[in-house]
C-alpha cells in the first residue's frame, strides 16, 4: 500500500527539457525574421498609399488654385509621418525649380511638378535616387505615373 513512488514522481528529464528550449529557439530565430519582413512590407504598402492620397490632395489643390503648394502645410498635410515615424517630404518643382528635385540615374528629374517622398526605413536619402541610400524610399515618379519604392522605379 505504501509501497515504491516512482510511478507517482513522473516528470520531465532535463535533458527533455533542455530539447524543448533548443526547439523553441530555433523557431523563434527562423519566425523573428520573416516576421520583420512582413512588417516591413506592410509598412512600405502604407506609405505608397499614403504618397498616393497626399498627391491626389495636392492634385486637387493644384487645380483649385492654379499652382502646387509651396509645403504640405498648405494643404494641411505638415507633420504627417510616414509609417517609420519620419515626415514626409515635399518639393515643388514648377515654383523652386529643379536644383532641390529628386532625380534619377542620368540626374534628370523625375517630376516636373512637384517631388512627394517618404524617406524609407533606414532614415537616409540622396538626391539621386538610384544612390543605395535612396533605394527603399517609398516616391511619387513620372509626374504621378509611378508610386512605388525607389529600387522599382
Given at each position: 500500500m505504501w509501497g515504491d513512488n516512482r510511478d507517482m514522481d513522473r516528470g520531465f528529464t532535463l535533458v527533455e527539457l533542455l530539447l524543448v528550449l533548443v526547439l523553441l529557439g530555433v523557431l523563434a530565430a527562423v519566425a523573428l525574421p520573416s516576421y520583420q519582413t512582413y512588417r516591413n512590407r506592410v509598412r512600405t504598402a502604407q506609405a505608397v498609399t499614403d504618397v498616393a492620397a497626399m498627391a491626389a490632395i495636392i492634385q486637387t489643390y493644384a487645380n483649385d488654385a492654379h499652382a502646387y503648394p509651396d509645403?504640405?502645410?498648405?494643404?494641411?498635410?505638415?507633420?504627417?509621418?510616414?509609417?517609420?515615424?519620419?515626415a514626409y517630404v515635399y518639393y515643388n518643382v514648377e515654383a523652386k525649380g529643379k536644383g532641390g528635385a529628386r532625380k534619377d540615374k542620368a540626374l534628370n528629374p523625375i517630376n516636373s511638378d512637384f517631388d512627394l517622398y517618404s524617406i524609407g526605413p533606414d532614415g537616409a536619402s540622396k538626391a539621386q535616387v538610384t544612390q543605395k541610400s535612396s533605394l527603399d524610399d517609398v516616391i511619387r515618379a513620372s509626374n504621378g505615373k509611378f508610386v512605388g519604392v525607389a529600387a522599382d522605379f
Open positions: 509645403s504640405l502645410a498648405d494643404v494641411k498635410l505638415n507633420g504627417k509621418t510616414d509609417p517609420w515615424g519620419q
